[in-house]
């Protein structure tokens, strides 16, 4: 019974594709959250919605586009893949603000 | 700008030991820190959590102090177990707010 979980675990693809990935929670939390983990495993937020509605949007390309259809899941739409966008990807979620985040276990995207 | 900073970028210990993991912030507004446990191929997992009314909250075999006049963290781990071998991130919030800030992550070795 996986709380938050992601699809999928790996993807390798082309500069210029557009790929998605998905996230479930089953914890029931009203936040999620993407985040980005680079090669030096720095760990960034990149968005967070709140009841589906967008409340953190950092400093993203637009080539990056979240939607909520519930409050269970958040996926994360990437458009014209560049080489920098290689790292890992994971979804978190939290019952509201300063609570727990609990984290997937991570999408390992691969552009080549 | 906000940081969250660690002193050592790797932590060696013997098994058996106490490990004490150190991180600094910037951020004085910062109320509520955590910190994070990650195993290779995993997502980071919640170890403990403290707010700035407190300067101490113990877990099982964890240790957290907060000392906000240096604006100073740190995990302190009892009897440390090969299965403590990871990267810890400490990671803040502030002023309520769903945005979490990691640090750099310090990567702890267990040796037999």
């Known amino acids: 019974d996986t709380a938050v979980s992601q699809t999928p675990k790996y993807l390798v693809t082309q500069m210029g594709n557009d790929k998605s990935i998905k996230c479930e929670q089953n914890?029931?939390?009203?936040?999620m959250y993407w985040y980005k983990q680079d090669s030096k495993k720095f760990l960034k937020i990149m968005f967070s919605?709140?009841?589906?509605?967008?409340?953190i949007n950092e400093t993203v390309p637009n080539r990056f586009s979240p939607k909520s259809p519930d409050k269970a899941h958040l996926n994360l739409h990437i458009n014209s893949l560049e080489l920098g966008d290689s790292a890992v990807y994971f979804c978190?979620?939290?019952?509201?603000?300063?609570?727990?985040?609990?984290f997937g276990p991570g999408t390992r995207l691969l552009v080549l | 700008g906000e940081s969250v900073g660690l002193h050592l970028p790797t932590l060696s210990v013997q098994e058996g030991d106490n490990s004490i993991i150190n991180c600094d912030y910037s951020?004085?507004?910062?109320?509520?820190f955590i910190w994070y446990k990650q195993e290779s191929g995993k997502g980071p997992q919640f170890i403990i959590d403290?707010?700035?009314?407190?300067d101490k909250r113990q877990g099982q075999r964890v240790t957290v102090l907060l000392n906000k006049t240096v604006k100073h963290l740190s995990l302190q781990i009892a009897a440390t177990q090969p299965g403590d071998s990871a990267v810890y991130f400490c990671?803040?919030?502030?002023?309520?707010?769903?945005?979490?800030?990691f640090g750099t992550g310090t990567q702890l070795k267990v040796e037999l």
């Open positions: 951020n004085s507004a910062s109320d509520y």
């Open positions: 978190a979620s939290s019952q509201g603000p300063q609570e727990t985040q609990y």
């Open positions: 990671a803040e919030n502030k002023g309520g707010g769903n945005k979490l800030t």
């Open positions: 403290i707010r700035s009314n407190m």
């Open positions: 919605y709140n009841n589906k509605e967008l409340i």
């Open positions: 914890l029931g939390h009203d936040t």
